[in-house]
């Protein structure tokens, strides 16, 4: 198993970034330019949801499952035009609720 933060890659040319069933703790608080998944379930990582990611141009899949993220859901994230895919299920999210996860393909917020 694969440890600590999540390192943050200044590839331009990456488009998927899958490091899910590892022991990472905290993650990077920015995604490259061009990532279009970021799948970071079952790991343990703690903290907030970085709302830079919102800044993000191209991401259409994140996946933050079976963590222990806390604090609220960035209103940032769900301004990405591509995003299809938000799961964040198994955490300690609170907060509202915002309406724009309504249309989104998929989601899931259960378990929080």
């Known amino acids: ?36 998944y970021a799948e970071f379930q079952n790991n343990r990582i703690q903290g907030t949801i970085p709302s830079l990611w919102g800044e993000s141009t191209q991401l259409g899949r994140i996946v933050l499952s079976k963590n222990s993220l806390s604090g609220t ?3 940032e994230l769900l301004q990405i035009s ?3 895919d938000f799961y964040v299920d198994g955490n300690s999210l609170s907060g509202p609720v915002d309406d724009r996860l309504c249309d989104l393909a998929r989601f899931s917020i259960s378990d929080n």
Request: glycine letters at 4%.
């Open 82 to 84: 591509t995003l299809l």
């Open 73 to 75: 859901i960035p209103a």
């Open 1 to 36: 198993d694969f440890e600590g933060a999540i390192p943050f890659f200044r590839s331009t040319s990456l488009r998927i970034m899958y490091m899910f069933n590892n022991r990472f703790s905290s993650l990077p608080e920015d995604i490259p330019v061009g990532t279009v």
